[in-house]
Every structure is written in structure tokens, then in C-alpha cells.
Nanobody
């Protein structure tokens, strides 16, 4: 069983930055692919970024390329999402998720464990 706890959300002005953290429990963290998803009101949950267990492979949604960076510290069982140049359309609840798959998953159905989410609000 893996438990995930996100933190770091908040209210920020457009153009600002936030860093989200996701702390994971369990001994399998370094073997788990990790992903960040966002869900705005009335919309489906969307993939934002993903990173392999070693950190050697990453994926970004087109909407965040060049602005967001996913990283992980396996010694701390933590994955991060650095969000720069934030836009009002980035406003959503952000979730981290874990998957023990060979390939790097980019859809929500491929992830087994989810955090409770953290709210990010970007004002214009």
C-alpha cells in the first residue's frame, strides 16, 4: 500500500510560481512511476507530468511544457512539481499518483494510488 500526501498549493498571481510536493509512504517509491494530474471544476482529470522511478524519463502535457518541471528525490520519498509562469487556466486541484508499470503512464486509469489533492488558484 502506498499513501501520498500533497502540499504546496495556494493562491498566486498570474506569472508567479509554486512548487508542489508529494510525500509517499512505503518501500516501493523508487520503483514507482509518479505523475501529477489536475482537475478543474466541471472538467475531467488531466495528466500534467510524469516521471519514471529513476527520474530518467519524464513526460509533460503540451500545455505546461517549458513552464512546469517534475522531479523526485528518492531518498526523501518525494516528488515535486515546480510550476512557473502560472496562468489563470492552470487553476485546478492538483493530484499526485503512483504506478508500478514498466512504461511511463500518462493516463489516470494507469495509476494505482492517489493523493487527496491540493488546490492551486491563479488570479489574473
Amino acid at each position: 500500500q502506498v499513501q501520498l500526501v500533497e502540499s504546496g498549493g495556494g493562491l498566486v498571481q498570474a506569472g508567479g510560481s509554486l512548487r508542489l510536493s508529494c510525500a509517499a509512504s512505503g518501500r516501493t517509491f523508487s520503483r514507482s512511476n509518479m505523475g501529477w494530474f489536475c482537475q478543474a471544476p466541471g472538467k475531467d482529470r488531466e495528466s500534467v507530468a510524469a516521471i519514471s522511478g529513476s527520474g530518467g524519463r519524464t513526460y509533460y502535457a503540451d500545455s505546461v511544457k517549458g513552464r512546469f518541471t517534475i522531479s523526485r528525490d528518492n531518498a526523501k520519498n518525494t516528488v515535486y512539481l515546480q510550476m512557473n509562469s502560472l496562468k489563470p487556466e492552470d487553476t485546478a486541484v492538483y493530484y499526485c499518483a503512483a504506478a508500478q508499470t514498466y512504461s511511463l503512464p500518462t493516463t489516470s486509469r494507469d495509476y494505482d494510488y492517489w493523493g487527496q489533492g491540493t488546490q492551486v488558484t491563479v488570479s489574473s
